[in-house]
T-cell receptor, first 113, second 119 residues
Framework: DGGITQSPKYLFRKEGQNVTLSCEQNLNHDAMYWYRQDPGQGLRLIYY???????QKGDIAEGYSVSREKKESFPLTVTSAQKNPTAFYLCASRSGRGSNEQYFGPGTRLTVT | QQQVKQSPQSLIVQKGGISIINCAYE??????FPWYQQFPGKGPALLIA???DVSEKKEGRFTISFNKSAKQFSLHIMDSQPGDSATYFC?????WGIGSGTSYGKLTFGQGTILTVHP
C-alpha cells in the first residue's frame, strides 16, 4: 500500500516545547515538501528537499527545522521560536522524474497552548 | 509576482449546477497549473492539471480553461454533486530545462475556495 504517512494525526504541546512531526513515503519519490495550512491562507511552503542530505527554506521557514537523512523520511521540527505554531501541517512528495505532480499526506494538526 | 489569486472564497451551488472557480497569476514563466481538492481534515488530492500549450483540459466532470493572454485559469465542475463539496486550491509553478534534465520550481497556491453543493 503505497503513499505518504504522517503521524500523529493530532498533536498537542505546551508553549516553549519543540515538537517533531513525522513524514514517511514509500513512493520512491526524490522530492519532499512541508506546508503549513491556516484558514483562508491556502498552503504556505515551509521547507523542501530535492534529494537526500539537501534541503532549502521555503517562504515561512523561521522557527522550523528539517532533516533529510533518508529518501523516504523528511521530519519537521517546530521549535519554540515559531511564534504561532498552531496549524495544520501537510507533507508532500514529488517523483522528481519529469513530473511536477505533488502528492500530499493526510496531515498533522498541531495545537500549542 | 509569485502570487496566485483565487476567487471566490466560497461558493454555493445547487446539485446539477456548474461550479466555476477562477485563478489569476502574474508570473508569465509559470508553466504548470494544477487544481487540488481537499476534504475536511484530509490532505489535498491532485484533481487535474494543465500546461499553457492547451486552452482546455477535461477529465470527467472537471474542466480547466486556460487563458494565457489574460494570465487566468479556471476550474469548471459540471453537474455538481453534494460529494463535490470540498475546498479547492489552484496552484502554479515553473520549470527549467527539458526532458530528464527538467528542474521544477515550488508550487504557489491560491487561497482556496470552499465549495458547497446543496442537494
Amino acid at each position: 500500500d503505497g503513499g505518504i504517512t504522517q503521524s500523529p494525526k493530532y498533536l498537542f504541546r505546551k508553549e516553549g516545547q519543540n515538537v517533531t512531526l513525522s513524514c514517511e513515503q514509500n513512493l520512491n519519490h526524490d522530492a519532499m515538501y512541508w506546508y503549513r495550512q491556516d484558514p483562508g491562507q491556502g498552503l504556505r511552503l515551509i521547507y523542501y528537499s530535492q534529494i537526500v542530505n539537501d534541503f532549502q527554506k521555503g517562504d515561512i521557514a523561521e522557527g522550523y527545522s528539517v532533516s533529510r537523512e533518508k529518501k523516504e523520511s523528511f521530519p519537521l521540527t517546530v521549535t519554540s521560536a515559531q511564534k504561532n505554531p498552531t496549524a495544520f501541517y501537510l507533507c508532500a512528495s514529488r517523483s522528481g522524474r519529469g513530473s511536477n505532480e505533488q502528492y500530499f499526506g493526510p496531515g498533522t494538526r498541531l495545537t500549542v497552548t | 509576482q509569485q502570487q496566485v489569486k483565487q476567487s471566490p472564497q466560497s461558493l454555493i451551488v445547487q446539485k446539477g449546477g456548474i461550479s466555476i472557480i477562477n485563478c489569476a497569476y502574474e508570473n508569465t514563466a509559470f508553466d504548470y497549473f494544477p487544481w487540488y481538492q481537499q476534504f475536511p481534515g484530509k490532505g489535498p488530492a491532485l484533481l487535474i492539471a494543465i500546461r499553457p500549450d492547451v486552452s482546455e483540459k477535461k477529465e470527467g466532470r472537471f474542466t480547466i480553461s486556460f487563458n494565457k493572454s489574460a494570465k487566468q485559469f479556471s476550474l469548471h465542475i459540471m453537474d455538481s454533486q453534494p460529494g463535490d463539496s470540498a475546498t479547492y486550491f489552484c496552484a502554479a509553478s515553473q520549470s527549467w530545462g527539458i526532458g530528464s534534465g527538467t528542474s521544477y520550481g515550488k508550487l504557489t497556491f491560491g487561497q482556496g475556495t470552499i465549495l458547497t453543493v446543496h442537494p
